[in-house]
């Protein structure tokens, strides 16, 4: 059961520009939703996170957007550079779920 | 801080043998360590949840007598790969909770499993 849906599945932005990666999830009770940036043959790093309480974090060139009543929230990665080429996944989880994560958007960001 | 290390970060094995992954939480203490799976260009596939001291809780259609995990302290969880097949070759990887901390999960390297 997919409980959070990522999309793009891939994406490439010219370095300079701005990387969207979107997430939707169906479970009302999830409270955490965090980002992760995996790099290949290595474990996810926790990127950014955010609850229900706010409707937007941001940290250096990374954003997350949140939207409760839609239940949607999304990452826009600012100036995207080369070295921001991995792969992004969104995932949620609350008090009695167990974190649920996205499939996956591969980004690459062209010099 | 909250730096989480896995051993080997790869291994080869025959097919029937049983395989040993061992995951760290080096600087701080693991309530919670969680077991995921990695296909190839694919997410990441929550295995079991384990706590220090007690049984791990498996996802369904995971076996359990398969993939035996230990929680014997708040620092370290192992995942054993019994009689081990080619389709148990995957990227498998932990993550741990900090005691008394918030949801954050913080992952380890991964280990890299491969069964000729």
């Known amino acids: 059961q997919q409980q959070v849906k990522q999309s793009p599945q891939s994406l490439i932005v010219q370095k300079g520009g701005i990387s969207i990666i979107n997430c939707a999830y169906e479970?009302?009770?999830?409270?955490?939703f965090p980002w992760y940036q995996q790099f290949p043959g290595k474990g996810p790093a926790l990127l950014i996170a955010?609850?229900?309480?706010?409707s937007e974090k941001k940290e250096g060139r990374f954003t997350i957007s949140f939207n409760k009543s839609a239940k949607q929230f999304s990452l826009h990665i600012m100036d995207s550079q080369p070295g921001d080429s991995a792969t992004y996944f969104c995932?949620?989880?609350?008090?009695?779920?167990?974190?649920?994560f996205g499939a996956g958007t591969r980004l690459t960001v062209k010099p | 801080g909250a730096v989480v290390s896995q051993h080997p970060s790869w291994v080869i094995c025959k097919s029937g043998t049983s395989v040993k992954i061992e995951c760290r939480s080096l600087?701080?203490?693991?309530?919670?360590m969680f077991w995921y799976r990695q296909f190839p260009k694919q997410s990441l596939m929550l295995m079991a949840t384990?706590?220090?001291?007690?049984?791990?809780?498996?996802e369904q259609g995971v076996e359990k007598d398969k993939f035996l995990i230990n929680h014997a302290s708040l620092t370290l969880s192992t995942l054993t790969v019994t009689s081990a097949h080619p389709e148990d070759s995957s990227f498998y990887i932990c993550?741990?909770?900090?005691?008394?901390?918030?949801?954050?999960?913080?992952f380890g390297p991964g280990t890299r499993l491969t069964v000729l």
């Open positions: 384990s706590n220090e001291g007690s049984k791990a809780t498996y």
């Open positions: 955010i609850r229900p309480d706010v």
């Open positions: 993550s741990a909770t900090l005691a008394g901390g918030t949801d954050t999960q913080y």
């Open positions: 995932a949620a989880s609350g008090v009695h779920y167990d974190m649920r």
């Open positions: 479970n009302t009770a999830f409270d955490y």
């Open positions: 600087d701080f203490q693991a309530t919670t």
